[in-house]
T-cell receptor
Framework: DAGITQSPRHKVTETGTPVTLRCHQT?????MYWYRQDPGHGLRLIHY???????DKGEVSDGYSVSRSKTEDFLLTLESATSSQTSVYFC?????????????FGEGSRLTVL | DQQVKQNSPSLSVQEGRISILNCDYT??????FLWYKKYPAEGPTFLIS?????DKNEDGRFTVFLNKSAKHLSLHIVPSQPGDSAVYFC?????????????FGKGTHLIIQP
């Protein structure tokens, strides 16, 4: 199994509060991703990173920011959480491009915004 | 605009029979296709993949078929077992298209009936 750890695994917060989710990998993979999973929507890409300090937006990036100061850590921040951001968040990693494109996923972080 | 479509939200199959999960895509730039399996409270795990230059790939009980002209792929599971009950996601990537991860369908919940 790929060494991916997400924290926290579960969080309940109130509307308007900031939230940071952390993804930590031990595989030294260059590419890291944040997805959210919602019923009826499948997995949707929020942000991704292709190296330290190199990040870009995905399909559903509004209301989210990311940072990657070290190869092993990719942080997802909700500056002011809203109820629409209640979801399960998955971090994923992959090796260099040009291979199969396969992603390895963490176990997920369930966020509830009241 | 959904680029990867799984039109069956759920599928019920009797144990021992064949399960066929379908997936359609619209983006002609996709050149690699993957299937992921997801159990509740766990992250998605890679199951099987196929390159666009092939029309079939087999791995044990799992076979993926690709019809490039129809932009359609299917996952066959034979014989179906109770442990196959899970949500299956179809995903696609562009190998030469940068680091932007995989595009997922909404998923199909496969239920194997005893």
């Amino acid at each position: 199994d790929a060494g991916i750890t997400q924290s926290p695994r579960h969080k309940v917060t109130e509307t308007g509060t900031p939230v940071t989710l952390r993804c930590h990998q031990t595989e030294n993979h260059r590419y890291m991703y944040w997805y959210r999973q919602d019923p009826g929507h499948g997995l949707r890409l929020i942000h991704y990173s292709y190296g330290v300090k190199d990040t870009d937006k995905g399909e559903v990036s509004d209301g989210y920011s990311v940072s990657r100061s070290k190869t092993e850590d990719f942080l997802l921040t909700l500056e002011s959480a809203t109820s629409s951001q209640t979801s399960v968040y998955f971090c994923a990693i992959s090796e260099e491009r040009g291979t199969t494109g396969e992603l390895f996923f963490g176990e997920g972080s369930r966020l509830t915004v009241l | 605009d959904q680029q990867v479509k799984q039109n069956s939200p759920s599928l019920s199959v009797q144990e021992g029979r064949i399960s066929i999960l379908n997936c359609d895509y619209t983006n002609s730039m996709f050149d690699y296709f993957l299937w992921y399996k997801k159990y509740p409270a766990e992250g998605p795990t890679f199951l099987i993949s196929i390159s666009s230059i092939k029309d079939k790939n087999e791995d044990g009980r799992f076979t993926v078929f690709l019809n490039k002209s129809a932009k359609h792929l299917s996952l066959h599971i034979v014989p179906s077992q109770p442990g196959d009950s899970a949500v299956y996601f179809c995903a696609a990537s562009r190998l030469g298209g940068g680091a932007d991860g995989l595009t997922f369908g909404k998923g199909t919940h496969l239920i194997i009936q005893p």
